[in-house]
């Protein structure tokens, strides 16, 4: 059955995430004082994960890691910031290309 599920995220620069395994990637969206990640869940009775690394940098904040390789999501309301919202799948332990 395909469901669209929230996952809940914390407001820290990375957030590594397991979704089911074959989720399509929706959005990241500010409820209030929280951020949640939608995704379209394929199977739901697909026992396989993924996992993702989100980070979360506020506009003018320095990035100390090679963003170029994540794909930015965009950007997020929280409080009076905008945080700008970018994902990587790793692979393995391992950070590796979407």
Request: charged share 30%.
């Amino acid at each position: 059955m395909k469901t669209i599920e929230e996952f809940p995220l914390k407001l820290q620069e990375s957030n590594v995430v397991e979704i089911p395994y074959d989720t399509r990637i929706l959005s990241v969206k500010s409820q209030e004082d929280s951020l949640s990640l939608y995704g379209l869940v394929l199977d739901t009775k697909e026992e396989k994960i993924d996992k993702y690394d989100f980070r979360f940098y506020d506009t003018g904040e320095n990035i100390n890691i090679d963003i170029i390789d994540y794909t930015y999501m965009g950007c997020v309301q929280m409080r009076k910031s905008m945080i700008h919202v970018f994902s990587k799948q790793i692979y393995d332990g391992i950070l590796g290309e979407l």
